[in-house]
């Protein structure tokens, strides 16, 4: 079985957010980008199923192929999906933002083309916490969808996938071809090794345009202005319980 | 304009939630009408019905709804849009999980978390775990957005509207349920507790958590949260994680104890009215945004807060 694993490229998550002050976005110049947390979710899972574990037979991937649409620096994240054990990468290359809905559209386009038998994606962005891409490459494949996973058991035609839903867990089985998105507890990524990362780099990435893909991803949402969220005020430091239980009764919580 | 409200509810009642969603929806303006996609949910649709601002419910029922499958819900809903410019769905997990999918087959650009309603299609949002607020104007025709619930004040319970029963979708849906592990809920729900107690990695093992944060939480009739740290080290359930990629939470009152601030965990709570800071490290970061900040060990403080709620009669 083939997997598709779709990598963003998005701002560390360590960073601090700057929003520029013409309101236009968020500050990006000369900041450390990185894999979205969630896709390396995605690829660690995908590798478990090619070289086994997780509870995955080995052999249960056969070939990993990783997806960045975005700017030509996004090659740098296929090739660190490439040292965590992905076979081959493909990037679209597109400036700007590109929303999920056209992320969704050269999405499908490529998996009519790759035929994968799974689609693993992150739950969310970091960056533009959407988490929408998954479920519409669900919608427009007509596959079936397991979002949130905390664990993925393969089972032949189908995969069993445990899902974190709001009141807890829930386990539902889809059909293959499907697409699985990751939650935070599904696995805990590998740091790429060294040798990996030099075996990386003569991995082959294949560069398309999203004319290449017949895909049309001008936005459909105009952004009127980035603005930084209303300030909280920090408060005091109380010295004791006593103190701090007459502030709360102060303020008309308790 | 008409705008469809997808309900939050367990089949008996609807969720508060859905509340105030419809309120969203009467910020957009129109007829709004409500959805309850349920299995044997005839107490959610009448509940449903007594949303203020609400012309019909909508009531599908069917086994596929027991689970709120996504497939389900898209093979419902993209029909009903004929009827509608917009629908909103709260920004819960199972709103999450279906909305793009309605979405992406109307050929939408969904606007996700909505925390404010500027024109029927103009909506702010926080991106970067709430570090930055993005204000959006859709151009497409029909809107799909999910809710923030958080930042809508709930439609009373005052109206009394028409249900209306909707074919349910026969399938087969490429997806099944199996099974699932929804806890009974002792506590207020984490999402609508006017009190929220959270607990982080201080708290060092699941008896730990449970020992400290119960009594606390019983005292002040809240909720119980968690850090994505406690949830990862086992010590909380998946589904008490607040932050960015967990719930989003605006009690009166929110008390962090072993908690150090991250951006990820404020984004999930910076809206509390009032928010309590318990953290041995006077440095950390929660202390910046904290009402009230209580420097030391948890192990001595929270004894102490207990002692002192009771003197005060809470
Ligand atoms: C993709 C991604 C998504 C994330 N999503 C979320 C999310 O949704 N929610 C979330 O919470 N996090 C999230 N995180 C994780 C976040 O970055 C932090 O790692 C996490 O919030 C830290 O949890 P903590 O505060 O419990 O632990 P720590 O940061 O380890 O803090 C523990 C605190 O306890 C204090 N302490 C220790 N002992 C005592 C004592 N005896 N008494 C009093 N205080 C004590 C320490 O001083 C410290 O400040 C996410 C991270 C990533 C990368
Ligand atoms: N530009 C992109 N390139 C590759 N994958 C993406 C891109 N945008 C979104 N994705 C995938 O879709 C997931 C959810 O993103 P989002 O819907 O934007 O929150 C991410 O975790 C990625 O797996």
Same mark, same amino acid.
């Given at each position: 079985?083939?997997?598709?694993?779709?990598?963003?490229?998005?701002?560390?998550?360590?960073?601090?957010?700057?929003?520029?002050?013409?309101?236009?976005?968020?500050?990006?110049?000369?900041?450390?980008?990185?894999?979205?947390?969630?896709?390396?979710?995605?690829?660690?899972?995908?590798?478990?199923?090619?070289?086994?574990?997780?509870?995955?037979?080995?052999?249960?991937?056969?070939?990993?192929?990783?997806?960045?649409?975005?700017?030509?620096?996004?090659?740098?994240?296929?090739?660190?999906?490439?040292?965590?054990?992905?076979?081959?990468?493909?990037?679209?290359?597109?400036?700007?933002?590109?929303?999920?809905?056209?992320?969704?559209?050269?999405?499908?386009?490529?998996?009519?083309?790759?035929?994968?038998?799974?689609?693993?994606?992150?739950?969310?962005?970091?960056?533009?916490?959407?988490?929408?891409?998954?479920?519409?490459?669900?919608?427009?494949?007509?596959?079936?969808?397991?979002?949130?996973?905390?664990?993925?058991?393969?089972?032949?035609?189908?995969?069993?996938?445990?899902?974190?839903?709001?009141?807890?867990?829930?386990?539902?089985?889809?059909?293959?071809?499907?697409?699985?998105?990751?939650?935070?507890?599904?696995?805990?990524?590998?740091?790429?090794?060294?040798?990996?990362?030099?075996?990386?780099?003569?991995?082959?990435?294949?560069?398309?345009?999203?004319?290449?893909?017949?895909?049309?991803?001008?936005?459909?949402?105009?952004?009127?202005?980035?603005?930084?969220?209303?300030?909280?005020?920090?408060?005091?430091?109380?010295?004791?319980?006593?103190?701090?239980?007459?502030?709360?009764?102060?303020?008309?919580?308790? | 304009?008409?705008?469809?409200?997808?309900?939050?509810?367990?089949?008996?009642?609807?969720?508060?939630?859905?509340?105030?969603?419809?309120?969203?929806?009467?910020?957009?303006?129109?007829?709004?009408?409500?959805?309850?996609?349920?299995?044997?949910?005839?107490?959610?649709?009448?509940?449903?019905?007594?949303?203020?601002?609400?012309?019909?419910?909508?009531?599908?029922?069917?086994?596929?709804?027991?689970?709120? *499958? =996504?497939?389900? &819900?898209? @093979?419902? /809903?993209?029909?009903?849009? !004929?009827?509608? +410019? #917009?629908?909103?769905? %709260?920004?819960?997990?199972?709103?999450?999980?279906?909305?793009?999918?309605?979405?992406?087959?109307?050929?939408?650009?969904?606007?996700?978390?909505?925390?404010?309603?500027?024109?029927?299609?103009?909506?702010?949002?926080?991106?970067?775990?709430?570090?930055?607020?993005?204000?959006?104007?859709?151009?497409?025709?029909?809107?799909?957005?999910?809710?923030?619930?958080?930042?809508?004040?709930?439609?009373?319970?005052?109206?009394?509207?028409?249900?209306?029963?909707?074919?349910?979708?026969?399938?087969?849906?490429?997806?099944?349920?199996?099974?699932?592990?929804?806890?009974?809920?002792?506590?207020?729900?984490?999402?609508?507790?006017?009190?929220?107690?959270?607990?982080?990695?201080?708290?060092?093992?699941?008896?730990?958590?449970?020992?400290?944060?119960?009594? *606390? =939480?019983?005292? &002040?009739? @809240?909720? /119980?949260?968690?850090?994505? !740290?406690?949830? +990862? #080290?086992?010590?909380? %359930?998946?589904?008490?994680?607040?932050?960015?990629?967990?719930?989003?939470?605006?009690?009166?009152?929110?008390?962090?104890?072993?908690?150090?601030?991250?951006?990820?965990?404020?984004?999930?709570?910076?809206?509390?009215?009032?928010?309590?800071?318990?953290?041995?490290?006077?440095?950390?970061?929660?202390?910046?945004?904290?009402?009230?900040?209580?420097?030391?060990?948890?192990?001595?403080?929270?004894?102490?807060?207990?002692?002192?709620?009771?003197?005060?009669?809470?």
């Amino acid at each position: 079985m083939k997997i598709i694993v779709p990598v963003k490229r998005v701002l560390d998550y360590n960073l601090k957010v700057r929003v520029k002050g013409d309101g236009s976005g968020v500050d990006l110049a000369n900041m450390k980008m990185s894999m979205n947390p969630f896709d390396e979710i995605a690829v660690e899972e995908a590798v478990r199923m090619k070289e086994g574990g997780g509870g995955h037979s080995p052999g249960s991937a056969t070939e990993i192929i990783a997806v960045s649409i975005g700017p030509d620096q996004a090659q740098e994240t296929l090739r660190t999906a490439l040292a965590m054990g992905a076979d081959r990468g493909i990037l679209v290359k597109a400036e700007g933002e590109v929303e999920p809905l056209a992320v969704a559209k050269l999405l499908k386009a490529i998996c009519d083309a790759e035929k994968p038998g799974l689609v693993i994606l992150g739950k969310q962005a970091i960056d533009d916490d959407s988490s929408q891409t998954g479920q519409m490459l669900a919608a427009l494949l007509d596959w079936p969808q397991a979002t949130f996973a905390s664990k993925i058991a393969l089972n032949g035609a189908k995969a069993n996938v445990t899902r974190e839903v709001d009141g807890g867990l829930q386990t539902i089985a889809v059909d293959l071809p499907a697409i699985v998105t990751t939650d935070l507890r599904l696995n805990e990524p590998r740091y790429a090794s060294l040798p990996n990362i030099m075996k990386a780099k003569k991995k082959p990435i294949d560069v398309k345009t999203p004319a290449d893909l017949g895909v049309d991803v001008s936005p459909r949402l105009a952004v009127v202005k980035v603005a930084d969220p209303p300030k909280r005020k920090g408060g005091v430091k109380v010295k004791t319980a006593a103190e701090l239980v007459a502030g709360l009764k102060a303020a008309g919580v308790i | 304009m008409a705008v469809l409200v997808v309900a939050e509810h367990d089949n008996a009642s609807v969720k508060d939630a859905t509340n105030k969603v419809v309120a969203a929806a009467a910020a957009i303006g129109g007829d709004v009408d409500v959805l309850v996609a349920g299995s044997n949910a005839g107490g959610a649709a009448a509940a449903a019905a007594k949303i203020a601002g609400v012309r019909k419910v909508l009531h599908a029922d069917g086994a596929p709804f027991a689970a709120q *499958l =996504a497939e389900a &819900l898209e @093979a419902l /809903i993209v029909p009903l849009m !004929a009827n509608y +410019d #917009a629908v909103l769905f %709260p920004a819960s997990t199972t709103g999450k999980n279906a909305a793009p999918r309605v979405a992406a087959k109307l050929d939408v650009m969904q606007i996700s978390g909505v925390s404010a309603i500027e024109a029927p299609d103009t909506f702010v949002r926080p991106i970067y775990a709430g570090n930055a607020m993005l204000t959006v104007k859709s151009k497409d025709a029909k809107k799909v957005l999910t809710v923030l619930p958080t930042a809508f004040k709930a439609a009373a319970d005052t109206g009394s509207a028409q249900v209306e029963a909707v074919a349910a979708p026969a399938g087969p849906f490429k997806s099944a349920f199996v099974s699932d592990e929804i806890a009974a809920l002792e506590r207020p729900e984490l999402t609508a507790a006017k009190r929220v107690v959270s607990g982080g990695r201080a708290l060092g093992s699941s008896e730990e958590f449970h020992r400290v944060l119960e009594p *606390l =939480a019983d005292k &002040l009739g @809240a909720a /119980i949260g968690a850090s994505r !740290a406690a949830v +990862d #080290a086992g010590y909380a %359930p998946n589904d008490f994680q607040v932050g960015q990629t967990g719930k989003m939470v605006a009690p009166e009152l929110y008390v962090a104890i072993g908690i150090s601030g991250a951006i990820q965990h404020l984004a999930g709570m910076k809206d509390s009215k009032v928010i309590v800071a318990i953290n041995k490290d006077e440095e950390a970061p929660i202390f910046q945004i904290a009402d009230f900040g209580l420097v030391g060990d948890y192990r001595v403080l929270v004894p102490q807060l207990l002692e002192e709620l009771g003197k005060a009669g809470v």
